[in-house]
């Protein structure tokens, strides 16, 4: 797809569900009333086929057990908005720190992958969120893409792990965040795990009311709609820069591969074809309907994934809303398929 384009694919892509809806109401009313028409309807439909593929899942029937199955591993990833809840709070509220890091271990997961994860690096510090973790999971990497205010207080992406690391790599985007690595000590096996945070829209309150009111059409609303797109297409040009550094390290990997994270954009765009390639969605193999994981905005949005190479077998995937972030918790059960 030339570059200049693929924003144009990003605003088309938030509406995929709604376009195809669409036609299938156009399909319908069609047949009853002007069946000649319906063809339109149903060679887009066909044309669109792929980009449906990946919209919904289809596997009813397939409960995700508490308990792993044996020879499997678990994997979490979650987006936890620096820990600060998804309810509104004032200034210096309790932080859900407990609460999250309770609602991920009680699931058992052999790695935790984290986005917007914060923590004070001071001993006794309420900020230290590692004190949550580190006990269960004694290796694990921090990306430290921001420093916020302080000298030991930064945010990034982290992955926590029961399984020694061998080696750990932070691959910085042209942005202030990143991509990172673990390749890890599964038995005799090296696997390699990636977490990643991709550019957000960076909407502020006055953009949300801007989204809500559709119907003011004067001066400085208009001029708020307006600064809403072009934050939307900045980030879908950065996401889409970032994707080809993502996927230009997947082809490196020498291991058999996860990646998980916040990709911040739908099945249906650019970002997430260049991710995925030949990768298996764990939620279109497991799941069952659309998959949203980010509630904000609209109820269609999937935007975090667990994905895996062809050297894994998908036996589990399921998602997890405590209204503890933003996002959804989402989970994994993955077995390494020996040769």
């Known amino acids: 797809m030339p570059l200049q384009w693929i924003w ?8 995929a569900p709604y376009i195809l809806v669409l036609h299938l109401l156009f399909l319908f009313i069609w047949l009853v009333a002007k069946p000649i028409l319906s063809l339109i309807s149903v060679a887009t439909l066909a044309i669109a086929y792929p980009t449906i593929l990946v919209l919904f899942a289809w596997h009813p029937g397939t409960p995700f057990s508490q308990k792993k199955k044996d020879n499997s591993l678990r994997i979490t990833s979650f987006n936890v908005k620096e820990f600060n809840g998804n309810t509104p709070q004032p200034i210096g509220h309790k932080l859900r720190t407990e609460d999250i890091a309770t609602a991920i271990q009680k699931w058992d997961p052999d790695i935790i992958c984290m986005q917007e994860y914060n923590t004070k690096e001071l001993k006794n510090d309420i900020a230290n969120h590692a004190t949550y973790f580190d006990k269960k999971y004694p290796y694990s990497f921090f990306s430290k893409d921001h420093q916020i205010n302080e000298a030991n207080y930064f945010a990034g992406n982290i992955i926590y792990s029961k399984y020694k690391i061998l080696y750990a790599e932070r691959v910085p985007y042209t942005n202030q965040e990143s991509l990172i690595y673990v390749d890890l000590l599964k038995g005799d096996d090296t696997i390699r795990v990636y977490t990643t945070h991709l550019a957000s829209f960076k909407f502020k309150q006055n953009d949300f009311e801007a989204i809500d009111d559709v119907t003011d059409a004067n001066r400085t609303a208009l001029k708020a709609k307006y600064g809403v797109l072009r934050k939307m297409k900045k980030a879908f040009m950065t996401r889409s820069v970032q994707a080809a550094t993502i996927q230009n390290q997947l082809a490196k990997s020498p291991y058999p591969t996860i990646i998980t994270g916040d990709f911040n954009d739908v099945p249906s765009s650019y970002t ?20 949203a994981t980010y509630m904000n905005l609209s109820p269609t949005l999937r935007i975090d994934y667990i994905m895996a190479d062809r050297r894994w077998q998908v036996r589990g995937w399921e998602s997890v809303d405590e209204n503890l972030s933003d996002h959804h918790m989402i989970m994994a ?4 398929i020996k040769n």
């Open 272 to 291: 997430y074809k260049q991710i995925k390639g030949e990768m298996q969605d764990a939620f279109l193999v497991k799941g069952f309907g659309i998959g």
């Open 333 to 336: 059960d993955l077995q390494l």
């Open 8 to 15: 144009v694919n990003g605003f088309l892509s938030l509406l």
